[in-house]
């Protein structure tokens, strides 16, 4: 760590968004910087083979840089692309995805599709909010860049909705906390019928919540949780829409946040089992069941298995109130489709594991199956790749890879791909 000030021309763009510097031999990620640019900066972070820079000042500005639009970019550590022109954000995303691939799984793909947002502020569904306490009071905000301080806010520029924001500061403000140190978050869901408002608190639901709460009508569901109470206001019955249908999900469970990009998605989804001529599909991962759903609607069957409880009830729900016939199984991915690969031969599979990517299980049971089509879609490109090595291993090749823009002003993208084996059994 050095307050020695530097300067340099920003050679490349790196997975996350840091520009690249290259002084004395070693090469210093900058961020919020943008190709070519002269930037002066300070070292932060001393690595053994790199090092960590802060930006001071922009000397020689990209013509794509743009005013960010967030007064608390830099600051906070959701965004860090708002520097960006959309046109640059999708096109370096495009390069992270490839660039991951060929270096981690050692693969060549030259068919990729970038699929950017139509809305590139105002698109999450969700956001969750820290909550922590200060002069006595519940403040709410995100973590900074460091990961650890927290940040009060009053706005969030990439929210579907600010006066929701403004809403749930008036609300947390008035509850009183038990002390201090409890750790508590606001998850605040954009949903068909209204918002709805999830408090989770480590230790103990503050006391006076109940009559908070009642004054807020236009709130659709008010959830408080901890590890040993749970109390509801409201309608607790999760709905969102999806390709102009509704589907009931859990506010316990997984949502996706880009409604229009999470449609596009399914949309190829269905597409590609169409144009292959999918008839039995196995679909891991299946949270609520919408991908399953609309298979079954084009007259594929349709297996869905997910572990977590609330979002399988979800699911078979959703399929009765879309009258299709899906199974949909509650359980762990790996050890649910050995079982089921006993009886059923599935020419095509689909997964969407978490960020972690495939377990050592869940790549065997593949083996195992040998789908001749095999969908992978993934929101962490490092995982991703590190599985598509071992899947190009077991016999499986890239037909097609769709880069989607699900996370517009972050360093973050959706993956989709095709893969095909090459001799099917």
Known sequence: ???????????????????VIKHEGMVVFVPYTMMNEK??????????RFAYGKLLQILSPHPERVIPRCPYFTKCGGCQLQHMDYGSQISHKKDFAKTLLKKIGNIDCDEIDIVGSQNQYGYRRH???????????????????????????????????????????????KIKPINTDQKASLLIIQGLNGPYFVFYFEKEVPENCSN?????????????????IELSFGDTNGKLLCCDESYNFSLKGFVQNNAEQSQNIYKEIVAKCLMMQVKQVLDLYCGIGITSI???????????????IDAISCAKENAKIHKVNCTFIAGDAAKASIKLIKTIKFDGVL??????????????SLIKM????????????????????ILKEAGYRI?????????PQTSHLEVMITLKRSNPV
């Open 1 to 19: 760590m050095s307050d020695k000030e530097l300067q340099g021309v920003v050679s490349d763009i790196a997975f996350g968004g840091y520009g």
């Open 39 to 48: 930037i002066s900066f300070i070292i932060t972070q001393q690595k053994k």
């Open 127 to 173: 956001i969750k909010l820290h909550l922590f306490v200060s002069n006595g009071q519940y403040q709410m905000g995100y973590y900074q860049t460091d990961n650890k301080t927290l940040i009060a806010i009053d706005q969030c520029p990439i929210f579907s909705d600010q006066s929701l924001i403004t809403c749930a500061k008036e609300i947390v403000q």
């Open 212 to 228: 908070i709460f009642k004054d807020y009508q236009k709130i659709c569901s008010i959830l408080l949780r901890s590890k040993n």
């Open 294 to 308: 609309m298979l079954a609607k084009e007259n594929i069957k349709t297996w869905g298995i997910e572990e977590n």
């Open 351 to 364: 997964v969407n594991p978490p960020r972690c990517g495939l377990s050592d299980e869940m790549v065997q």
């Open 370 to 389: 040998l789908p001749s089509v095999l969908i992978y879609v993934s929101c962490h490109p490092a995982t991703m790749a590190r599985d598509q090595k």
């Open 399 to 407: 037909q097609k890879m769709s880069v989607y823009d699900m996370f």
